[in-house]
C-alpha cells in the first residue's frame, strides 16, 4: 500500500510540474503579428497569435509594443482629430471565405479568401474625452489616467 501511495504522490507531482512547466511555456511565448489591416479613418485590425491571455499582460504588452507597433506597422493610424481604434483579432485558423454575414471581411483584400472569424481579443481606442480605453474581451475595460496608472471602468 506504501508503494502505491508513493507511486500516486509521484504522479501526481511529475503531472504537477509538466503542467507548470506548459503554463510557463504558454505565458512566455512571442506574439506572433500575422497581418494588418486599415479599414475606414482611425479604425485599424491587427491579425494576432499567441496573444497574451490576462488583461494585465495584454495591457502590458501594448505598453511596452505600441512604439515598434507604430514604427513597423504604422499602427495606430488616427484620424485627423487623434482618435484611433485598434483590434487585436485571433488569426485562428487563418483566412476564410465569406460565409454572408458572420465572418470579418477585410476590403483591402481580394475575395475569395479575405474573411476570418470574429474573435476580438483586445482593443485600444483612443479620444479626446475618454483617453486611452483598454477593451479586453472576455475581461473587463480600463483607461490610462493622466499619471499612467491603469484604472479599472465599469461597463453599463
Known amino acids: 500500500?506504501?508503494?502505491?501511495?508513493?507511486?500516486?504522490?509521484?504522479?501526481?507531482?511529475?503531472?504537477?510540474?509538466?503542467?507548470?512547466?506548459?503554463?510557463?511555456?504558454?505565458?512566455?511565448?512571442?506574439?506572433?503579428?500575422?497581418?494588418?489591416?486599415?479599414?475606414?479613418?482611425?479604425?485599424?485590425?491587427?491579425?494576432?497569435?499567441?496573444?497574451?491571455?490576462?488583461?494585465?499582460?495584454?495591457?502590458?504588452?501594448?505598453?511596452?509594443?505600441?512604439?515598434?507597433?507604430?514604427e513597423k506597422y504604422h499602427v495606430p493610424a488616427p484620424d485627423k482629430n487623434g482618435n484611433f481604434d485598434l483590434t487585436f483579432w485571433s488569426y485562428g485558423e487563418g483566412y476564410k471565405e465569406t460565409d454572408g454575414y458572420d465572418?470579418?471581411?477585410?476590403?483591402?483584400?481580394?475575395?475569395?479568401?479575405n474573411c476570418i472569424e470574429k474573435d476580438a481579443l483586445f482593443t485600444v481606442n483612443k479620444s479626446p474625452n475618454l483617453g486611452t480605453v483598454f477593451t479586453v474581451y472576455n475581461g473587463g475595460d480600463y483607461r490610462l489616467d493622466k499619471d499612467g496608472n491603469i484604472v479599472e471602468i465599469s461597463r453599463k
Not at 506574439?31 to 475606414?40: E, F, G, N, T, W
Not at 465572418?103 to 479568401?113: A, G
Open 1 to 70: 500500500m506504501k508503494i502505491k501511495y508513493k507511486l500516486v504522490s509521484y504522479a501526481l507531482l511529475l503531472a504537477g510540474i509538466l503542467l507548470s512547466i506548459y503554463a510557463l511555456w504558454l505565458t512566455a511565448r512571442p506574439v506572433k503579428i500575422v497581418s494588418i489591416h486599415h479599414r475606414s479613418s482611425g479604425f485599424s485590425d491587427v491579425l494576432v497569435k499567441s496573444f497574451p491571455f490576462t488583461d494585465k499582460s495584454k495591457i502590458n504588452w501594448w505598453l511596452k509594443n505600441k512604439k515598434i507597433l507604430m
Open 103 to 113: 465572418r470579418l471581411c477585410f476590403d483591402d483584400m481580394k475575395p475569395p479568401l
